[in-house]
């Protein structure tokens, strides 16, 4: 809630709890580092794919 806001903070959505707060951030940084990891494991699998095919189409 910023300055400008006129509404109480009860109407601004749901308060977390700390321990729900906690959760979420555990959860959040979960996903994030699954996505990296797929990231990477696509990364990995399409320059092992191209890669041989480069080095096949230079020679």
């Known amino acids: 809630m ?3 806001d006129p509404r ?3 109407e601004n959505g ?3 709890t ?3 707060q ?3 951030r555990q959860r959040n940084i979960a996903i994030g ?4 990891l797929l990231c990477a494991l696509f990364y990995a699998v399409t ?3 191209l890669g041989s095919g480069v ?3 230079a020679g």
């Open 55 to 57: 080095i096949k189409g």
């Open 47 to 49: 320059i092992a794919k």
């Open 22 to 24: 906690k959760a979420r």
């Open 2 to 4: 910023n300055a400008m």
């Open 33 to 36: 580092l699954a996505v990296a």
């Open 8 to 10: 109480s903070p009860i």
């Open 14 to 16: 749901v308060v977390l």
């Open 18 to 20: 700390p321990a729900q």
